[in-house]
C-alpha cells in the first residue's frame, strides 16, 4: 500500500492503463506539457508522447467530437474537461452522440469514452470553476456516471472506466485533490469491487446516510459527531450515480427506516430527489420518517466568500438527522 494524494491516485490510473494498452490515451487542454491545471497528467506526456497525451484547442465541444471519431476507430481515449462548468460547450456531443451511438446502431459501435471532470466546490472558485452538473448526466440514458470520494476509488475506478465498453463521466471532487490515502497499485481489476456498487463506509443502525464525492467526509464527520449523542449513522458511498446500486441502498433503508440524503449541486430536480423517490418506492413499508435532503442552494454558484454557506455542511446534515428521527434540533432546542 502506498500513501497517495487524489491527484497522484489518478495519474497512476491514466499511467497504469495507458501502459496496459496502446489504445488509450489523453486529450485535453493544457495536459500536455504543462500536466493539466491540477497536475493531474503531469509526466504522462513526456512518458508516452504528444500522440497520447494531446493538447488541444480550447473547444469543447471539438474535443468531445474529436474522441466520437477516435473512439470509432477503435480507441479509448480519456477526455479532461477543465473544469465542471465548461463541459456545456460539450453536452451536445455527449448527450446527441456518446451517449446513443451504441443503441442506435444496436450495439455495432462502442463509445469507450471516459470524460474526466474535476467538480464541485470548496477551492474558493466562482461559477464556472465550482459547477455541479451530475444530474444533467443522470438524466440521459446511455452513460455511466460515477462519482469518486477516496484515492483508492479515484486509481481503481479510474481504471475500470477506461476499460470499460460504455461512456462514463468520471466525477472528480476538486477540494479532496490533495487529500491522501492508502492505494494499492498492484490491485487486481478482477479482484476490486464493480465501479457500479456502492460501498459501506460506516455501518449503522438508526439512520441511513446516502452520499457520494466530497460529502462522504462530511458524512462521516456527522456520523462521529452523532455517535456522542448515541445516533448510529450508517453512511452508503453510492461511488456510482447512474446506475445506483440499489440493492446496497434499499438493504440500509430496510434495517434504519431513516434516511438523509446530502450533495452539492442543487436541490431541485437532483439526484437526491430521484434517490428518495426511488427508497419510497422500493422501501415504502420500512420508512419510520420522511426522507430528507440535504443540498446546495437553488442558486448560481456563489462567489467565493459564500460559499461556506452555500456548501452542505456538519450542522445542516445533524439538523436533517434530528429531524428524520423527529429530535429536538440542537441548535434551536425544538423539533426540526
Not at 127 to 142: L, R
Not at 247 to 261: F, H, I, L
Request: proline share 6%; net charge negative; with cysteine.
Amino acid at each position: 500500500m502506498t500513501q497517495l494524494t487524489m491527484v497522484k491516485a489518478i495519474n497512476s490510473g491514466l499511467r497504469r492503463a495507458m501502459a496496459d494498452d496502446p489504445k488509450v490515451l489523453v486529450m485535453g487542454e493544457d495536459i500536455g506539457k504543462l500536466g493539466g491545471v491540477f497536475r493531474v497528467t503531469d509526466g504522462l506526456q513526456a512518458e508516452f508522447g504528444a500522440q497520447r497525451v494531446i493538447d488541444t484547442p480550447l473547444a469543447e465541444s471539438g474535443i468531445m467530437g474529436t474522441a466520437v471519431g477516435l473512439a470509432f476507430r477503435g480507441y479509448r481515449p480519456v477526455v479532461e474537461i477543465q473544469f465542471d462548468g465548461f463541459v456545456y460547450p460539450a453536452f451536445d456531443q455527449i448527450v446527441c452522440q456518446v451517449a446513443k451511438l451504441h443503441y442506435r446502431t444496436r450495439g455495432n459501435v462502442k463509445m469507450p469514452i471516459t470524460i474526466r471532470i474535476p467538480w464541485a466546490g470548496g477551492v474558493g472558485a466562482a461559477e464556472h470553476h465550482s459547477e455541479s452538473p451530475e444530474a444533467y448526466f443522470v438524466h440521459t440514458s446511455g452513460l455511466r456516471v460515477v462519482a469518486v470520494s477516496n484515492p483508492q476509488d479515484a486509481y481503481t475506478m479510474l481504471r475500470q472506466a477506461i476499460a470499460s465498453d460504455d461512456p462514463v463521466v468520471f466525477f472528480e471532487p476538486k477540494r479532496l485533490y490533495h487529500s491522501k490515502g492508502e492505494v494499492d497499485l498492484d490491485a487486481h481489476l478482477a479482484d476490486a469491487a464493480p465501479m457500479g456498487v456502492a460501498r459501506v463506509a460506516r455501518p449503522g443502525t438508526d439512520v441511513t446516510l446516502l452520499t457520494y464525492g466530497a460529502q462522504v467526509a462530511t458524512a462521516m464527520d456527522a456520523a462521529l459527531a452523532a455517535e456522542d449523542e448515541g445516533i448510529s449513522i450508517e453512511v452508503i458511498d453510492l461511488r456510482s450515480i447512474s446506475p445506483v446500486d440499489y440493492n446496497t441502498v434499499t438493504a440500509s433503508v430496510r434495517k434504519t427506516g431513516r434516511v438523509v440524503v446530502t450533495h452539492e449541486a442543487a436541490r431541485e430536480a437532483g439526484v437526491g430527489a430521484e434517490l428518495i423517490a426511488s427508497v419510497t418506492e422500493k422501501c415504502f413499508h420500512y420508512l419510520e420518517a420522511a426522507p430528507v435532503r440535504v443540498t446546495g442552494h437553488d442558486i448560481p454558484y456563489p462567489p467565493a466568500k459564500l460559499e461556506k454557506h452555500h456548501l452542505p455542511d456538519l450542522d445542516r446534515v445533524l439538523g436533517a438527522v434530528d429531524r428524520v428521527l423527529d429530535r429536538p434540533n440542537s441548535m434551536t432546542g425544538v423539533s426540526s
